[in-house]
Structure formats: C-alpha cells, structure tokens
C-alpha cells in the first residue's frame, strides 16, 4: 500500500525560496506535485518518474521550480525559488503506480496530506 507524507511548507517573502519533500512508502512509477487554492481545482506543478528521472513542469512553475527524486531515500522533493505571492496554496504530492508521466490528477493513485505554502508580498 502506498503512502505519502509531505513535509517543508511554510511561509515566505515573495523572492524566497521553500523545499518541500514527500516521502513515498510503497512502489510507484511516478510522482507529481500539484496545489490547490479554495474554490479551485487542483493545478499541476511538476511530476517525476523515478527510474531515469524524466520530468514534467507546468508553464507557470518552469524556470523557477525544480522536481527530483532520491531513490535511497524514497522520497521526492520539489524546490521552489523566485516564489511569488500567486504560488501561495495547499501543494499535495501524488504517486502513480502505473507507467506515464500525466498533468491531470485523475493519473494518480494516491496522495499525501498537503502542506500549506504561503507567499507574501
């Protein structure tokens, strides 16, 4: 059974920078990082694959957001630089157990908790 536990969320000054890690416990084949604000759906961020380390980012998060994986620890991390008020939501991990690399939640299997990222200006 897979299980996911975030962790790294916090609060920053606009320009700063955050890293959040989410520890994964079972087998999967890839994993993504998505947020949400009230009222609206949940948004892709980035997304991994853990053998060979093919990524996916979203327009609004490239150049400045950076996914990876270290596959001793079983756990993924996604550092976020240059962060803007905009960036401010409940960032969620996400494993997929089966083969792909997708942008839509529906691809997923399971998540973790959340963790709240808040960026002032």
């Known amino acids: 059974q897979v299980q996911l536990a975030e962790s790294g969320g916090g609060s920053v000054q606009a320009g700063g920078s955050l890293r959040l890690a989410c520890s994964v416990t079972?087998?999967?084949?890839?994993m993504g990082w998505f947020r949400q604000v009230p009222g609206k759906e949940r948004e892709f961020v980035a997304a991994?694959?853990?053998?060979?380390?093919?990524?996916s980012y979203s327009d609004s998060v490239k150049g400045r957001f950076t996914i990876s994986r270290d596959n001793a620890k079983n756990t993924v991390y996604l550092q976020m630089t240059s962060l803007k008020p905009e960036d401010t939501a409940v960032y969620y991990c996400?494993?997929?157990?089966?083969?792909?690399?997708?942008?839509?939640?529906?691809?997923?299997?399971?998540w973790g908790q959340g963790t709240q990222v808040t960026v002032s200006s």
């Open positions: 996400a494993a997929r157990i089966h083969r792909g690399l997708f942008a839509s939640p529906r691809n997923y299997d399971n």
């Open positions: 991994i694959v853990w053998t060979g380390g093919s990524t």
């Open positions: 079972g087998r999967t084949f890839s």
